[in-house]
C-alpha cells in the first residue's frame, strides 16, 4: 500500500474526484462574471465558498494518504484545518447575500464580514497554539443516540495500536482536532439552516422564486445535518454492546477488551461468563494467548471484565424489551459496578500485601561503599563507628601512596615508605581523600590514553582535560572539583613549587572559559532551600510542650527547633558530642567536633553549640522540657556519650535506639512530623499543613531560617555570622565574648518576633506562601482548600500597621557565664542540585499489569520488588536492568525490599517490628515517617 502506516487510498481517491468536480465548478461560476449584476457580493462570498471547499478536498488527498492519523498539528495539518474552515465561515454570508442583502444596510454587512472574518483569525490562531481544552483530561463520552457513544478512541488508529490521532478522536479538546472542526461546521450548518427556513417565508407577495430556491436549500443543508450524525454514529459511535467501550467506562485493561473484540465476543457474550466453571473460563483466556502469542491475559482483569459485562448485559436487556430505564439508572449501575471493581482490587492488594514482607532475604552482593557496609556492621556500637571511619582513612591512604608511586613523580626508599604514607593524607578525612583518589584516576585514565603518560607534565594536559569534560557536557562542578583535586595531588607528592601546574596561566585561562561555557549551557537557577515560617517553628514548640505525644516525637520537634536557633544543617548535628551537651540556668551548651569544618585536621578543631533558654515564640519552657526529654530517651538507650545528636526510633515512638540517624532518615521524619503539628482553630485544634505541603523544606531550612530572621531584625552582620559559625578568623576561636554576642542575638530575635506578629511581614514569608499555593495546585488541591491552608500558615500580613522595631544594643545586660572557645565555619554551604533523570523512550518489555518485576539498580545492586502498572516507575525506563517474575509473587530471597508504592499493605518481619531498632537507617526511617 502507497503512504504512511493507516493511509486511506479510497477516502483519497474520493477527495481527488471531488476536488476536480468543484474546481470545475468553480470555473463555471467565474465563467458566470458578466451576467452578475447587481449581485457581485453573492458572485465572490460563495466563489470563495467553492475555492475553499476544492482547496480542502485537494489537501486531504495529501492528508489520507501520507498523514492519515496526525498526532501532532504539522503545517499540511493546519492547513487542512483551515481550509476546511472556509465553508464554516463562509456559508451563512452566502445565505445572507442570497435572501437578505436587499434589506439590508451596508453598515450592518460590513460588521458581520468583520465578525466573520475576525472567528476565522481566532480559530485559526486557536489551531497554531494547539490549545486543548480538556487540560490533558479524557473527556467524558458523548452520546449520538441512546446506544451510540462517541468515548474518545481512536477510531481511525486501533488498527494499527494508536492510541490518539487528531483526526478520528471523538471527543477531543484539542482545537486542532477534527472534532472541534466538525462542531464548527455543524453549529454553521445549523445557522444556515435557520435562515433558509425562515427565507422560506419572506416575500410572500413575489413570484415565489426565492422561495422555492431556498426551501431546496432548506432541504439540503438539514441533509447535510443528518449526515453528519450519521457519520458519527456509523464511523464513532460505540455501543454498550461494544467491549472496548465497556472497559473504558469501568476502567479495566482495554488491551484485553480489543483483542476479546477482535475474536467476535461482545458485552452481552463475554456477561454469559459469569458463574460459569473455573475451567470455561481458562479455556477462554487460552485462546486469547493463542490468537495473540505476545499478549499475556491477567486472571483477575478478566474476572473484572466479565462482572462488568454481566451487569452492562442486564442493562442492554431492558433496552431492547423496550423496558423503563433512564440514561440517569444507566450512569448508576455503572457507577455501582466501578465501584465494586475498585473493592475488589482493594482486596486484592490487601491480599498481595499480606503476601509480600516489607524487607528482602536476598544476600548483599556489593555493598555502595566499603564504609557503608563496615558502618553497618558496626550498628548501635558507639566505638565501633570511630574505628571503621580510622581504617577506612588508612584504605584511601594506601590508594593515594600506589597513585603517587606509579606516576614515579618522586623518590621514595624502602626505608621512610612508611613515613611517607603517613605524611601525603595532608590530615584529610577519609571521604576527601576517596574523592581526591577517585577524581585523579579519571583524569590519569584519559591522560594515558591522551598522551601516553601517568602524571601532567605540561600545563596544556590538564588544560584539555578540562575542556574535553565540558565538551560532554558535565556538571558546573566537575572542572573545579578537578582542579583542586590537582592542587592536592601535586602537594601531596612534594612536587616544588615552582614547577607546580596549578599555578600556570593556561590552566587558570581554561578554567575561566569552561566556566562560562558550562554556564551559558546550564541556565537553571540553583535550588535554594526554602524558610521555615514562624508559624510552623510556634506549632514545633507546642509540640515539644504536648504532653499526649509520643516522646520521640516531642523529643524530635524540640531537635527541629535546637537547629533553628542555632542556624545548624543537618550535617552539624552528626558531629555534636552528646556528652558535652548540657542546660545551664541560660542557654543550651554543646561541643560540634565533627562537622565539615571543624575536627581533627581542620583549622578548627571544636565549634560551639550555643541556643539561649530565652530564644521562643509561644511556648518559653520548650528548650528545658525537650532537654529532659532527650536526657531520658538517652539514659534508657545507653547512649548518653555518644558523637551525634539525632538517633533512630523505635517502633511505637516512645523510645530512642542507639542508631545514628541519617539524612534519609531525617529527612521522612521531618515530613511525617509536619503531619502531626496543630495549630488552634474555633473549637479546638486542627493540622496545621495538608498532606504533601512539607516537601517544600529541605533539612537545610533550619540554617537558612535563623539567617533570614536575623537580618531583618537588625542584628549586625559581623553577629550574624557568629550565629551560624560563618566565616570567622582563627582570632575570633580565642574571643570568649562570642558566646555573649549568640546568645544576645537569640533573644533579640526572638522578641522581634513575638513583638510583630500580625504585623507587616519583615521575613519575605510572602514567597514561601507562594510555594505552597504552586505546590498544593500541583497536587490537586482545590483553591478553596488552598487558601484555608495559607490562612494557617500567615503570622504577618502584606499591608497593614508597621513594624515594632527592637535596637540591638551591644551593651544589653546579659546572663553571666562562659563558654569557652567559638569558632565558625569557613562559609555557607548551598543545598545540592537536584538530580534530574532523562527517561530514554519507553521500552516494550512485553510484561502486562500484575506482573511482579524486580528492578536491579545502583551499585549494591540493590533489589526492590515491584508490581507492574502499580506506581509511575516502568522497567526500561526509571530502572534498565530488571528480573520478571510474571504473575507468580517471588520469595523474599530474591529481594531486598518492596515497593511502598505498589505495596502499602506488605506486611514487616519480627526484626523489623522489634524495638531494639536493629534494622537497616532506611527502613526505621521509613516506619518512623509513617507512623509520626
Known sequence: MVGAVGARPSNSLTDLLLSIELFALLFTWLREWPNAKGRHELFVSYGLNLLGAASWCAAGVYIHTWEPLPQEATISWQIFLNLGATTPWLFPLVIRDSFYRADMSLSLARK????????????????????????????????????????????????????????SVMPSGRTDSQFVLSIVFMASNFL?????????????????????????LTAGVLSMLANCHLLAVLEGGSTMEELTFLARKVRADHVLAHALKAMGWTTTKLGALWGCDQEVVDSVILRVEEKYPEYKVNTVEFENLVQAAEEASCIIWARHEELKDSDLALASRLAKQEGKLADRRKAREEQIGSQVRRKGEAARVKWPTRATMLKSAAGSDLYQRNLVEDAERNRWLKELAKQIKEADTCDVSDANQGLFAARIGKGRRANTLRKHVKTWGQFIGWLLATYGVKWPERPFQFADYLISRALEPCGRSIPVNAYKTLVFMEHAAEIPKDLQLNTSGAIKNAMEEVKLRLEAADQKPRKQAAQLLVAMVSALERKVMERGAPHFTRAFAWYKLVKVWGAMRFHDTTGVDFGSMRLDGFALVADLTRTKTSGPGKRISVLKLIVSAEAYIEERDWMETGWRIWEALSEE?????????????????EHSSRRMATYPAA?????????????????????????????????????????????????????????????????????????????????????FIRKNIGRVDPFGENVVLQLVEDRMLALGYHM?????????????????????????????????????NEASESSADEDEDWVVID??????????????VVSIIGRAKTKTLHRYGECYRQPGVHYRVFESFGSELPKAKMYHRACRVCFPKAVKSADESGSDGSGSDEEISSSSSESL
Request: hydrophobic share 40%.
Open 112 to 167: 458581520q464580514d468583520i465578525t466573520v472574518a475576525c472567528l476565522a483569525l481566532l480559530y485559526a490562531m486557536l489551531v497554531s497554539s494547539s490549545f486543548d481544552f480538556a487540560m490533558g483530561q479524557s473527556l467524558e463520552p458523548v452520546p449520538v443516540t441512546p446506544w451510540h457513544f462517541l468515548d474518545g478512541s481512536s477510531y481511525g488508529g486501533q488498527p494499527f495500536g494508536v492510541d490518539f490521532d487528531l483526526l
Open 192 to 216: 444556515s439552516g435557520v435562515l433558509c427556513v425562515k427565507a422560506c417565508y419572506k416575500n410572500k407577495d413575489a413570484d415565489g422564486l426565492e422561495q422555492r430556491a431556498a426551501r431546496r
Open 637 to 653: 538507650a545507653g547512649c548518653r556519650e555518644r558523637d551525634f545528636l539525632l538517633t533512630l526510633p523505635t517502633t511505637g515512638l
Open 667 to 751: 529527612s521522612g521524619m521531618s515530613q511525617a512530623l509536619f503531619q502531626e503539628l496543630l495549630c488552634p482553630c474555633t473549637g479546638g485544634w486542627e493540622h496545621l499543613m495538608e498532606i504533601g505541603v512539607g516537601c517544600i523544606w529541605s533539612e537545610h531550612s533550619e540554617r537558612v531560617t535563623m539567617r533570614t530572621w536575623a537580618g531583618a531584625a537588625g542584628v549586625p552582620e559581623a553577629v550574624c555570622k557568629m550565629l551560624g559559625r560563618w566565616t570567622p578568623s582563627v582570632d575570633q576561636s580565642y574571643d570568649r565574648s562570642i558566646a555573649a554576642q549568640v546568645v544576645r542575638a537569640q533573644i533579640h530575635v526572638a522578641e
Open 784 to 820: 478553596r482548600v488552598v487558601g484555608v491552608q495559607r490562612e494557617k500558615l500567615e503570622c504577618f500580613v502584606t499591608v497593614g500597621k508597621p513594624l515594632k522595631r527592637v535596637n540591638w544594643s551591644e551593651d544589653a545586660a546579659m546572663p553571666q557565664g562562659s563558654h569557652g
Open 839 to 852: 527517561a530514554a523512550t519507553k521500552k516494550n518489555t512485553g510484561l502486562v499489569l500484575g506482573d511482579y
